[in-house]
Every structure is written in C-alpha cells, then in structure tokens.
C-alpha cells in the first residue's frame, strides 16, 4: 500500500471546497499544484477524507479490541475513540490495557460463577433482560447518536412529492430559479452549469441543458475543470451568468448557449450577481478586485482594487452602487464612475463571508467568522445593531421579501442567518433581537431562503435535510431528507417548488403543492 503527497493534498483540497471554504481550498490548492496533479476528480466521491479518516478510526477500535493471542475482546467498546485519540498512542495503549483488564474481570466473575452455582441457571433474574452480558439498566448508553434523527412523519414531505435530479458529476454548490419560469440553474465542481426544464407544459420530464465551462488551449476548447462556484439569472429570465474558479465569468441564453466571456479577473470567481436593470454584472474575485462588466459588450466598465484581500461577496445597492465584503474584514460601498469608496464599513474581526442590503437599499446587512451578524447605514460609521447569538461561524444571510418597497408591504422584514452552530435564526432588525432560534439541523447550515410571500423559511444542512419554517410561529412545516449535504436552497417565483442542491451530485425540487 503506497499513499502519495498528492493524493492526500487532492482530498483536504477537496474537504475544504466541501466545507465551504472557499478560498482556503484556493490557497491550498495553488500550493500544492493541484492542477498538476494526474487525479480525476470527477471520480472522487463527496466526502471522500471522512470516510476514509472514519475507516481509518473503526480499524483503530478493532485493533484495540484484539487480544494478545490474536483473539477478539467479546464486548462493545467502553467509550468509542474521537480522531484525535486515536492518533495518540499513549490513549490507545490505555484503551488497550481496559480491554484487557475488563476481559480478565469477566473472565474471573464466569468461573467464579460456574464454582458456585453448580447447577443453577444462568436466566436472568425476574425476567430482566441483558444487554451484551449486562443487565438492563446498567450499561452505559450514549446519548449522542450517530444515526440520522427521526423526522417527523406530519411533516416528511412524501416521495412522490420529491424530484431528484441526476446528471451532476460532482458536488452541487449553488442552485437558482429563473425568475419567470420554472427553469432552475445548478452550478458543479464538474465544470458545469445545468439548466433544468421543470415547466408542466414540459413534456419530457425535466429536461436538462448542459454549459460546459471551457478554455482556448493550443487553439482549441477544453473544459477548465474548475468548479462553477456562482450563478445569477437576469431579473426577466433571459440571460444566465455564471462564475467560476477559471476566472471568467460567462453570460448564456436560457436555451444554454453561450452569449460571451467575461475575462479580466486574475484567479476564481467567488460571486457574481446582475443589476436589476440588467444592463451590468457585478463580480468578486480571489485577486482582492471587483469587475461591473457590460453586459452587452462582455467589457469590463470598471475594476474596484479596494480590498487587501480576497472578495468574498457583492450585492447591489441600485443600478450603479454596490457593497462588497472580503477576507480583509472590511466592507467597501463603491459606486461606477467613483475612483474611491463611498464608505467602508470596519468593525468584525474575522473573514466577512456575506452582504445583502435589504429591500430598500437603506440598510446592509453582514455576517462573519467573527459569529456576529452587524447592521449598517449609510447614514453613519458604526454599526446600526451587532447581533451576537450564534456560537459559530455565520455562512449566509438574507432579508426577507417584506416591508416598504416590496410586494408584501405590509408584513414585517426580517433578517434570517445561517451558522455552522446548526442553526438558523430570525431577527428583528428594527429592535435588534432573535426572534426565532430554529434548531431541528445537525450539522452546519449553508443556505437560507424565504418564500416570495415571506410567509415560508426554507434551509438547507450538510445533514442532508431541507427543513421549511413558518417565519411567524418558527414552527417547522415540511422536511425532507435527500442522500447528501445541502449547499443551496432556493424558490420559485410562484412559490410552489423548493429547489435544492447537494454535495453528492444531485439536485432536487420539492414541491409544495397540496
């Protein structure tokens, strides 16, 4: 058995993208050479160094279970190993000698019960019931699980009511609806964006469109190879933009040909998003820049070289003013035509993972590693609210569809966050408090979103489930368990469809239709 350095960089490069850490998969990837490697990823499983690692661990707990006369310890374990125990050989060799002293203890109580009750049988007493040769009531039970919880079976949404979409080669990471049919965009580590046909009117069955992401090599395309890592429709659904860790960003038709190639930036492409007048594509890249192209021409109008470090996301403001965060923990609000920002928000103190502004482009929301959500004005320097709740990193955020401006004027607006404590939270951000802790995930959270109506909260978990909530009661109304980590969740125009994608290639739509 041989293990070289190459395929064990190729599988924590592969973890961290996996994890969604982004541009430390970046980073690491460049040093290590990854793309020199000779390694198909395409062929790799999702979770590939977890289960390895997990292998590796059940094999250490039999090794310690073996006697030293090559026998097995006829017993459970007294408590299994965490990773770092069993790379530790002094625990190891503790656990071993438990083993050994718990088989001696057995072994004496068996012939001093056999010396002593001749005949006798050896049932239980009162018909107790015994547990690995303990009896009921004694053995150490853990708690912890490590089985799936149960779902409620009033909320499980059936399998008839679930499409999974199959075509993906690789991890799903984002997934979007076109905003006037139910075409839904996924975007893959396979180098791909797929469009999928989901319309009633479509008669064969959720069709798919295949954008292969390629480069101009010796003269001709080949794929990149590189993850698609965001994707945004146009606000009229005609036009689909895509970014990726090739560096460009590209604009297709929604019949999947490809309309131009975005090249300026100078490494990934870490989000991308159109204005709403569709006349402007706003990207962010790992090379600390942000691009407005021309979404007529394909030409950049202007690059922000603003940050100290990579951009991690971008949002607009209106059809000329944008927010942008990045791993430098500052936030910019740059403006097209303006050779500087217009403000920069300071105040977290790790990697800004997400901006959004709320509907009326009054207030900017973000969240960190920092695990505070801060609320921003133009109006002044300092933060408006520092939301602190959640116990870990902070993915993602989203406003909810509500308030002034929008067409649910007369309901609340809310601030919903997604962490990698396993929650979600909703807030009230005109008095700055949680007022919902949503907590049926466990495992990190990586996507929210709510219904057009804002009445609905779905989110997604590398638990494999999509949860859906009522944003008023913070009651869960719908469940459903798919066979890989969630990265996106998102809805149809209409409401009716929730559209999800994994970490195992596939893709799914719910739909929530009675």
Not at 20 to 42: D, M, P, R, W, Y
Not at 75 to 81: C, H, K, N
Not at 179 to 201: F, H, K
Request: proline share 4%; with cysteine; glycine share 8%.
């Amino acid at each position: 058995m041989s293990i070289t350095s190459d395929e064990v960089n190729f599988l924590v490069y592969r973890y961290l993208q996996e994890s969604g850490f982004s541009h430390s998969a970046f980073t690491f990837g460049i040093e290590s050479h990854i793309s020199q490697s000779n390694i198909n990823g395409t062929l790799v499983p999702p979770a590939a160094l977890i289960s390895i690692l997990q292998k590796g661990l059940q094999y250490v707990e039999a090794e310690i279970s073996i006697n030293e006369d090559g026998t097995v310890f006829d017993g459970r374990p007294i408590e299994s190993l965490s990773l770092i125990d069993a790379v530790m050989p002094d625990v190891v060799q503790t656990r071993q000698q438990a083993f050994r002293d718990k088989l001696a203890q057995q072994q004496a109580a068996c012939a001093m019960a056999a010396s002593t009750s001749g005949n006798q049988s050896n049932a239980p007493k009162n018909g107790e019931a015994t547990v690995n040769g303990e009896e009921n009531g004694t053995h150490n039970m853990n708690n912890h699980s490590s089985e799936p919880m149960e779902m409620d079976i009033d909320v499980e949404i059936p399998a008839s009511k679930a499409t999974v979409l199959r075509g993906h080669e690789s991890e799903v990471f984002i997934c979007a609806w076109n905003p006037v049919s139910d075409l839904l965009a996924s975007g893959s580590g396979d180098s791909t964006a797929r469009i999928w046909n989901l319309n009633e009117n479509n008669n064969s069955n959720s069709t798919q469109l295949v954008l292969r992401h390629c480069i101009r090599e010796g003269g001709q395309d080949v794929p990149s190879n590189k993850d698609v890592t965001s994707l945004d429709w146009n606000s009229d659904g005609t036009l689909l933009a895509t970014g990726s860790y090739d560096g460009f960003a590209r604009i297709w038709t929604k019949d999947g040909n490809l309309a131009s190639t975005l090249g300026q930036h100078k490494g990934p492409i870490f989000a991308l998003k159109w204005n709403k007048k569709g006349n402007s594509i706003l990207s962010a890249g790992v090379d600390k820049t942000t691009i407005i192209w021309d979404a007529h021409t394909g030409e950049a109008k202007q690059q922000f070289p603003f940050h100290s470090a990579p951009a991690l996301d971008v949002d607009w403001q209106n059809n000329s003013t944008f927010a942008s965060c990045s791993t430098d923990m500052c936030i910019h609000v740059c403006r097209l035509g303006s050779d500087r920002p217009l403000k920069t928000f300071q105040g977290h103190t790790n990697e800004v993972n997400a901006i959004k502004w709320d509907p009326s482009g009054m207030l900017l929301a973000s969240c960190s590693d920092d695990m505070t959500l801060k609320i921003w004005s133009m109006k002044q320097e300092s933060c408006v609210h520092d939301l602190q709740a959640h116990s870990k990193e902070i993915y993602t955020i989203k406003w909810s569809p509500t308030g002034p401006g929008t067409s649910n004027p007369n309901s609340n607006i809310m601030l919903a966050s997604a962490s990698f404590d396993s929650t979600v939270r909703l807030w009230d951000v005109e008095r700055g408090v949680c007022i919902h802790t949503l907590t049926k995930h466990q495992e990190p959270v990586y996507s929210v979103a709510f219904s057009p109506d804002g009445k609905h909260l779905a989110s997604g978990s590398f638990d494999k489930c999509v949860h859906i909530w009522n944003t008023t009661t913070g009651a869960l109304v719908h469940s459903y368990r798919g066979t890989g980590g969630i990265f996106e969740v998102c809805w149809n125009s209409t409401g009716d469809k929730v559209g999800a994608s994994a970490s195992d290639g596939s893709v799914c739509v719910l739909d929530l239709r009675k």
